[in-house]
């Protein structure tokens, strides 16, 4: 692949995360509260330059799948199919952010048709989970990362939320065992090892702890007990809407940034 085209996808890829991440942080002081004058300015010029991002994503073409997805965004339809007046800021900024998502996933997979050697070279190597201790887990996340992306983008939300569910517990688990006793203090009358914990009894000491914050009161029911449908073979028996799976993957993105604030 040519050197400035790989270039300008890396570019692109940065500066396609960096409108996410600052998506993520408007949609949670949104969601805490809607009118909040200073955060809504800020959102006004976000959506401005993601529009900008868009436009030259997709050539100036309205036409374009992504320009449309954008656009498709700011409206949302009853079941019936009549348009909602009155949206959420939070909700229009977590629909904004899902189409960042298809531009990343689009971008990082330019290429993979018959030139998988090229596609590694365009991604650069991710370093999302950087912040956790156990050196050895870290390749395992960033896989489970890109399975989870991958099947909510292919709508197997089942999929999509079991992945997320298992990096989030995951993630969890390796801040708490790193804190040993601060965090066992804060484990009321649990026994046994933190392993031996459920998923959400591990979410609650974790944010007693000081760890996370409340972004997990966002979680969906139905993720809080991913682990009771899995099976002896480990496969997921589970009904999940895509509103739950894309919840639940935004939960992840507020939980890492709780434990690597740097991000």
């Known amino acids: 692949m040519d050197e400035s085209l790989r270039a300008q996808i890396d570019s692109n890829l940065s500066h396609l995360d960096h409108l996410i991440r600052r998506g993520n942080k408007l949609r949670e002081?949104?969601?805490e509260d809607p009118t909040n004058k200073s955060s809504l300015v800020a959102n006004r010029a976000w959506q401005q330059d993601c529009g900008v991002a868009i436009n030259q994503l997709s050539g100036g073409s309205k036409a374009h799948w992504l320009a449309r997805a954008f656009s498709e965004s700011f409206l949302l339809r009853t079941d019936?199919?009549?348009a909602v007046d009155m949206v959420p800021p939070a909700v229009i900024v977590e629909r904004l952010v899902h189409v960042l998502d298809q531009a990343v996933l689009s971008l990082s997979r330019?290429?993979?048709?018959?030139?998988?050697?090229a596609t590694a070279?365009?991604?650069p190597q991710p370093r999302r989970f950087e912040f956790v201790h156990n050196t050895e887990i870290r390749p395992v996340l960033e896989q489970a990362y890109a399975d989870g992306r991958d099947a909510l983008e292919q709508h197997k939300y089942d999929e999509a939320l079991t992945n997320t569910c298992g990096i989030l517990e995951t993630i969890v688990t390796d801040a708490l065992e790193h804190h040993g006793v601060d965090a066992m203090a804060c484990a009321d009358d649990l026994q046994g090892k933190i392993s031996?914990?459920?998923?959400?009894?591990?979410?609650i000491v974790a944010e007693k702890a000081g760890l996370i914050r409340g972004g997990c009161a966002r979680l969906?029911?139905?993720a809080r007990r991913y682990r009771d449908s899995i099976d002896a073979d480990g496969n997921a028996n589970l009904q999940v809407s895509e509103q739950d799976a894309r919840r639940t993957m935004q939960v992840l993105h507020v939980i890492m940034r709780d434990l690597d604030p740097g991000r």
């Open 121 to 123: 070279s365009i991604a």
């Open 220 to 222: 969906p029911e139905i």
């Open 110 to 117: 330019m290429g993979s048709e018959g030139h998988t050697a």
């Open 29 to 31: 002081s949104l969601t």
């Open 80 to 82: 019936l199919g009549e």
């Open 196 to 203: 031996d914990w459920t998923f959400n009894e591990r979410l």
